[in-house]
């Protein structure tokens, strides 16, 4: 590499109806030695913020001096409903992360996808993709998508091989492409420093893994991977009061127990009652803290421990 530099380019989607610019912000750091390309996103959901402040402290305690490759960030990558703090795009209600490729000439939320795809994913040799809870829930866990040893390098104790992955995510795109991809769920809620740095770190250890940088890559602690996790959605929008607070996140919930009831904020019924599902209950996604909620949200993701790889 001829020249150690950091560049900073705003991609152009489209206009909004009052004439201001849609555009992507796509940040590069070249390293001094040649390696691979190294993309991360954060922020394809618009509540889901907490990856955009884990790739803040990634460029900003990144050494080009070590760096061996190039890493491209994409801190926002769903600028419009990160303005609405918003899950799907609020122009036109799609979710980002279910319409890759995209489309030039197709929804807002499309054309998004499309510049994505070909201003950032093309260009990668591996990629990392960042999401939350959002703005309520906390979640923790990797998943596996098409390089294990890359999602198992993140050091989280809980992945997820899914049966069924969904269709039009960056990472299906990726890994069709046969770039290794990892897509991690961290924090959401109050997005906790710990939850940031866990991140950071995730980061950074991942590419050790790539030889991307100098040193040993730290030993994942003990992980399991999950087969079966289930989403659960309240049915009935109200107040929801917990069962558990946020620190059940991670951890086992034996037997059928109360994950929360859903009440009537007005007349003080009790509308819903959800219940843990499995018999070993890991808690990978979770409502911990009193909250008004929507039918339809999400509200818990809980994993079977018994069907869970064990390595």
Known sequence: MS???????????????????????????????????????????GDEIIGAEILRRVYERLNEEELSGTVLLMPVANP??????????????????????????GWVTEQLAHA??????????????????????????????????????????????????????TATYTSAKGIPSVTVEVGGGPNYEQAVERGVEGIFNCMRHLKMLPGEVVPAPEQVVMTEIQII?????????????FNAVGSVIEGKQVLSR???????????????????????????????????DYGFMIGNLDTAEEA
Not at 17 to 34: D, F, Q, R, W
Not at 233 to 245: A, M, S
Not at 274 to 281: A, L, Q, S, V
């Open 262 to 296: 859903t009440y009537n904020p007005q007349t003080f019924e009790e509308l819903e009652v959800i219940h843990t599902p499995f018999e070993r209950n890991l808690v990978i996604l979770m409502r911990g803290q009193l909250n008004k909620v929507n039918p339809g």
């Open 116 to 169: 994505i795809v070909t201003n950032f994913l093309d260009k990668l040799d591996a990629y990392i993709d960042l999401h939350a809870g959002g703005a309520v829930p906390i979640v923790d866990y990797v998943y596996i998508q098409n390089d294990e040893a890359l999602s198992r390098a993140f050091n989280f104790p809980v992945l997820y091989r899914p049966a069924h992955p969904y269709e039009g995510t």
């Open 80 to 105: 419009l409903a990160f303005e609405s703090l918003t899950r799907n795009t609020p122009l036109d209600m799609n979710n980002l992360n279910r319409v890759f490729p995209g489309d030039p000439q």
């Open 3 to 45: 020249q150690v530099k950091r560049e900073y380019n705003e991609i152009p989607v489209t206009h909004l109806s009052n004439g201001a610019k849609v555009t992507l912000p796509l940040h590069t750091i070249y390293g001094k030695e040649a390696g691979p390309v190294l993309g991360l996103s954060a922020v394809i959901h």
């Open 233 to 245: 959605r309240p049915t009935q929008g109200g107040l929801l009061v917990p069962g558990f607070d």
